[in-house]
């Protein structure tokens, strides 16, 4: 679980850079089409790269006329210089004026595919892009702009209120936890969630509060404070020396402190020395001693 809200913490924190890119950069393109200065100040970043890739390649697509009559027109896109090309057919309406491609790019990412680019450009002669084929969803504004849900209502970011929801459907789960077992509190606690339902609709026909038309429920506490177990140490790949815990570093500069700022030698086996093994004056008497005895 906190593993999940460092994400999502870390997730909300790139969109805040992303909206600020997006409000404060300009991307950086070189186009002689108006439609690409006109996506880059609608679109986002990222939109408008994946928009301006189709864009940049919609020179490269020709078109032969198939069919035509009073209701719609169908042409083969063919990319030129190319042996066998696949041929994309595009539908195009003219009494509504939108234009659709088997390629069914626009219908997948929501964004125009070249073939649609294309035909915009080249045959129906379209400098700026339709409002019809641009989604709010990709556009800057879309985060500044009112959402509305199914029934029309204004959807409004509350935290509160996803916290109270998530408080309502814990306890209601661990009640259900209980009961499922017994077909008698099944029944009762069906009877309860009608009871409410019933209130908050009268509720709602005289215009009163939520608080005021249910009785408040008595909830289990959560817990508020969070216990953090240590991570386990993981030695790393070539990592040269030995992971120590805080206590034995601990335990180790206390002895340093306490047998003062000398070197321990493991020859003589004595802290506070001046010399290590290797210069150590009695191992070096007892190797004299000992080439005297031999000699």
Not at 9 to 29: A, C, G, S, Y
Not at 178 to 205: H, P, Q, R, T
Not at 233 to 250: H, M, P, S, T, Y
């Amino acid at each position: 679980m906190i593993q999940f809200y460092r994400d999502v913490t870390r997730q909300w924190h790139m969109e805040l850079i992303e909206d600020h890119v997006d409000i404060n950069e300009k991307p950086n393109f070189d186009s002689p089409f108006e439609m690409a200065d006109q996506m880059a100040r609608v679109y986002t970043h990222e939109c408008f790269k994946e928009f301006y890739e189709q864009l940049s390649q919609c020179c490269s697509y020709r078109f032969e006329l198939s069919h035509e009559n009073d209701m719609c027109m169908l042409c083969i896109a063919l990319r030129e210089k190319m042996e066998n090309p696949k041929g994309r057919e595009i539908i195009y309406a003219k009494d509504s004026g939108f234009v659709s491609c088997s390629c069914k790019k626009v219908e997948t990412a929501g964004i125009l595919c070249r073939h649609i680019v294309a035909f915009l450009i080249f045959i129906l002669h379209v400098d700026r892009l339709p409002g019809q084929y641009i989604l709010k969803r990709w556009t800057k504004s879309a985060k500044g702009e009112t959402v509305l849900d199914d029934a029309g209502v204004e959807i409004i970011d509350n935290r509160d209120l996803l916290a109270r929801r998530s408080r309502l459907c814990q306890y209601a789960v661990e009640v259900i936890d209980k009961i499922v077992g017994s077909e008698e509190a099944s029944a009762l606690f069906l009877d309860s969630l009608d009871s409410v339902l019933e209130k908050y609709n009268s509720m709602m026909a005289d215009g009163k509060i939520v608080s005021s038309a249910i009785m408040p429920v008595e909830q289990k506490s959560l817990p508020s404070r969070h216990i953090y177990n240590e991570p386990v140490q993981v030695r790393a790949k070539g990592c040269g020396k030995r992971l120590k815990a805080g206590k034995e570093k601990g335990r180790l500069k206390a002895a340093k402190k306490v047998n003062g700022k000398g070197k321990f030698c493991h020859g003589c086996k004595k802290h506070d020395q001046q010399h290590d093994k290797r210069n150590c004056p009695e191992l070096k008497n007892k190797n004299d001693i000992l080439i005297a005895q031999t000699g």
